[in-house]
């Protein structure tokens, strides 16, 4: 068995706005391996998230590296304008993008790390001619627009195709999941393959401090990859 020591990815979508630095601050002392920020335009998505005067207050509160999720039409337009404000990686989407070579390649030339994500429906199969040039692909486990969504347990098995891909073709590219990761779902998505661990509702709540929460998500990873025996 490998162990691939999952990283998390706290998605800002749930933190509480007024207090975001300090959220953000209490999870990069957490362990949060990045932070991931959920930008909608909606466009793409019916939703309107966030944009780059929050990634700039965020560049000057964290030494971690901010990944931007696109959820956007054009994402072309805005990468630069993104990198510039501090972004160190992106996540774009297959769907929707008529020419995704091209911003994968334009987001390589600014020198960040990319990322294709693609939607429940979507095969894994639309990955084959890309991911060779991927650092990460993100496998949504929801659909995109909304936190507080219930985990879609049919994508576990795109999860494990991806995985497939990925090992089968000796690949140094990372594989996340994204939505309604919590400490029952965790295991599984990591049982399948994952080694990102996108989190946002399961992270920032009133239940529980972000640290006990981050530390609840870790144990279960753990739980998933001992669960794991055909690695
Ligand atoms: C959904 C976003 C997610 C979202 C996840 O479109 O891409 O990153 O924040 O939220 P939870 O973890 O609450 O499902
Ligand atoms: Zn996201």
Known sequence: MTIRNVKLAPSILAADFARLGDQVAEAEHAGANRIHVDVMDGHFVPNISMGTPIISSLRMVTRLPL????????????????????????LVHWEGNNDLSRTVRHVKALGKRVGVAINPATSATVLEDIIEELDQVLVMTVNPGFGHQHFLHATLKKVRRARDMIDSMK?????????????????????AGA????????????????SAAMQGLRAAATSGEMSCSWR
């Open 67 to 90: 990944e931007a999720h696109l959820m956007i039409s054009n994402p072309d337009f805005f990468v630069d304008e993104f990198t510039h404000a501090g972004i160190d990686a992106f």
């Open 171 to 191: 690949l140094n590219c990372a594989l996340a999941v994204d939505g309604g990761i919590d400490a029952t779902t965790a295991p599984l998505a990591v049982a």
């Open 195 to 210: 080694d990102v661990l996108v989190a946002g509702s399961a992270i920032f709540n009133d239940g529980e401090s972000i």
